[in-house]
């Protein structure tokens, strides 16, 4: 179990701002991956895709990955999104 206090130990950004938020953030995303972990035992999660502004937290990739023992990665769509377009 996640403990916190612990939490924000090692991000880059203003604690008191945000820590109730992240915690509990951070708390749910431990139940989620405990229940598909439980439900699916041969296929564990391996890895997290942050996306939205959630991933522009310094760190918060690092963090995770830390805590939760599994790959964790900043996507960014639309640096990675191109459409060709023929006329």
Do not use: C, M, W
Not at 36 to 44: A, L
Not at 71 to 78: M, T
């Amino acid at each position: 179990e996640i403990e916190p206090s612990t939490i924000l130990d090692n991000l880059d950004f203003e604690k008191s701002n945000v820590t109730d938020a992240f915690d509990k953030l951070t708390i749910e995303l431990q139940r989620t991956i405990d229940f598909y972990n439980s439900q699916f035992r041969n296929e564990p999660v391996r890895k997290l895709i942050l996306t939205g502004k959630f991933h522009k937290i310094n760190g918060v990739d690092k963090y995770l990955s830390r805590l939760f023992t599994i790959q964790a990665d900043k996507f960014n769509g639309l640096k990675k999104f191109f459409v060709h377009v023929f006329y």
